[in-house]
């Protein structure tokens, strides 16, 4: 069998990188930088915590995933700081957590200042995710792109067909199965496949903020309560010595959304500089029924995989797609209301 993955964002690689490592000849086509698209960042949260039983099950075995990554990257590609979450629903997703034996404890606004000392609580317990943290994104993108090696083509795929024949600038290749996470670009190479995706495309921008003062180890951030005016995820970034904080809630205008995390900032993060050293703004592809959903779409030989928020299950999607490839597509990745084949 040999397999095409269209785009070399975190998931595209991770599908690319189990199919090799279960002796498929793959080739992965990315004409840009790999992880420069969706993936793009220093940093990404990774949290157990999520609203539904299935999802943190999910995240749970991604987290033996990203172990297993680390090994082979002979660094941990997850930090150890842990994940505070302020959410007028902790006592519920607590639940979830024991429910699958995530270590968890619910800690008072003392303990949230000695886990992130630049925080102001906004008031009450928070959930902590013992085993959650920041994801070291360019690390892991760049271990993937070593461990394929040759088996990344420089090229853009400009078609796909039904058949599995793609189609590059440089020329076209048959596939058994071609799989496409293109990010923003899949709509695009999907429409002449017949697939109507129900994406949603937006932009999203972050911004990184340095620390006042010198502080130890910080714990990731997450705050649904809104007391300070927004609801924001935020995270350590290493490469920078600094703090990353976007918006929970998307905003159309890039300026409007660094206006609005610095005026969070000034609030909930007073720890840190207000004045942003970085901004990055990327494609989000948000499907309507979750948050954090994903799935796979099937025509013929060529599978189109859409969602939000992967990054955090990337080494789980990396084998569940790769498994969907040799034509065992899980329940997992089927859209609501999707007959099983």
């Known amino acids: 069998m040999n397999a095409a993955v269209v785009g070399a964002g975190i998931v595209g690689l991770a599908a690319a990188d189990s199919l090799a490592r279960s002796g498929v000849d793959v080739r992965c086509f990315e004409a840009a930088e790999p992880g420069s698209g969706q993936s793009a960042g220093h940093t990404r949260v990774f949290r157990h915590i999520h609203d539904r039983a299935d999802l943190v099950e999910l995240v749970a075995r991604a987290r ?8 082979r990257a002979g660094e941990p590609l997850v930090g150890n700081e842990g994940v505070l979450f302020a959410s007028p629903d902790a006592e519920e997703l ?93 709509p695009e190479l999907a429409e002449p496949l017949g697939i109507d995706l129900p ?33 924001i995820y935020s995270g350590p970034v290493a490469a920078l010595d600094a703090f990353a904080v976007g918006l929970a809630t998307e905003d159309s205008d890039p300026a409007g959304s660094v206006a609005r995390v610095r005026a969070y900032v000034e609030r909930g993060l007073p ?25 796979i779409w099937e025509a013929d030989a060529v599978l189109v995989f859409a969602g939000h928020n992967l990054f955090k299950f990337a080494p789980v999607l990396g084998d569940l797609l790769a498994d969907a490839c040799r034509g065992r597509i899980g329940p997992e990745l089927r859209p609501p209301n999707r007959p099983s084949a």
Do not use: K
Request: charged content about 30%; aromatic content about 6%; glycine content about 10%.
């Open 94 to 186: 607590a639940a979830l957590l024991a429910e699958a034996g995530v270590e968890h404890r619910v800690v008072d606004e003392h303990e949230q200042r000695r886990l992130l000392p630049v925080l102001e609580p906004p008031g009450g317990g928070a959930l902590y995710d013992v085993r959650g943290g920041a994801i070291r994104a360019g690390e892991a993108i760049a271990a993937l792109v070593a461990g394929l090696g040759e088996r990344l083509v420089r090229e853009e795929v400009v078609a796909v067909d039904r058949d599995g024949l793609v189609e590059t600038a440089f020329g076209s290749r048959r596939f058994d199965r071609v799989l496409v996470c293109a990010g923003a670009r899949t």
């Open 64 to 71: 033996r995933g990203w172990d297993e990554w680390g090994e």
């Open 199 to 231: 994406l949603e495309i937006r932009d999203h921008t972050r911004a990184t903020f340095r620390t006042r003062s010198e502080h130890g180890r910080l714990a990731c951030w997450m705050d649904r309560t809104n007391a300070f005016g927004a609801t």
């Open 271 to 295: 720890g840190l500089d207000p004045e942003p050293v970085d901004t990055i703004t990327r494609p989000l592809t948000i499907l309507p029924w979750h948050p954090d959903a994903f799935a």
